[in-house]
């Protein structure tokens, strides 16, 4: 199994350009996260979803958009990109909380964003 | 006030020593991970916790659902041991403390 798979690895972006994050992940997992790390503040939620065909907005949703057409793929796009948003981006996936014994986070290696 | 409160927020200690790390939530729960990273690396998952405790090699991890209160030992601590460790809890999205960075000196 190759678990939660983040593409691309790093990227630079100019301001006002775009792109999509990928996450994929092999574990039959309802659950799927994006996260975006910042030095001293932690891991911020930015949306995440409970299943196929279902989104929801989490801490700091401004400025990306997601979309979970397949239960496997979690998208996050950013559609005119700020500085603001360079930073550590983790996806995670789990199953169902509390429905499955000894199911932990599995999570991404990280996207390493910079927008100039 | 953040849903998730980890203390301390630094903790040096040298080698041997046995470590504490704490997390309070104010939430409803239906569960607790605690998470190791590197500087620089990803996401580990160490424990996930509804109840009780649970033990892997020198990792202990407790929770106290009536307290909202878990707690992350290190027993034996070694300079490998140095990373952020990071508490989470399950509502119905994931919800981070800011971390507890840890450093081991031989």
């Known amino acids: 199994n190759a678990g939660v798979t983040q593409t691309p690895k790093f990227r630079v972006l100019k301001t006002g350009q775009s792109m999509t994050l990928l996450c994929a992940q092999d574990m039959n997992h309802e659950y799927m996260y994006w996260y975006r790390q910042d030095p001293g503040m932690g891991l911020r939620l930015i949306h995440y979803s409970v299943g196929e065909g279902t989104t929801a907005k989490g801490e700091v949703p401004d400025g990306y958009n997601v979309s979970r057409l397949k239960k496997q793929n979690f998208l996050l796009g950013l559609e005119s990109a700020a500085p603001s948003q360079t930073s550590v981006y983790f996806c995670a996936s789990s199953h169902i909380p509390g429905q499955v014994l000894n199911s932990p986070l599995h999570f991404g290696n990280g996207t390493r964003l910079t927008v100039t | ?106």
């Open chain 2, 1 to 106: 006030k953040n849903e998730v409160e980890q203390s301390p927020q630094n903790l040096t200690a040298q080698e041997g020593e046995f470590i504490t790390i704490n997390c309070s939530y104010s939430v409803g729960i239906s569960a607790l991970h605690w998470l190791q990273q590197h500087p620089g690396g990803g996401i580990v998952s160490l424990f996930m916790l509804s109840s009780g405790k649970k033990k892997h090699g020198r990792l202990i991890a407790t929770i106290n659902i009536q307290e909202k209160h878990s707690s992350l030992h290190i027993t034996a601590s070694h300079p490998r041991d140095s990373a952020v460790y990071i508490c989470a809890v399950n509502t119905d999205k994931l919800i981070f403390g800011t971390g507890t960075r840890l450093q081991v000196f031989p």
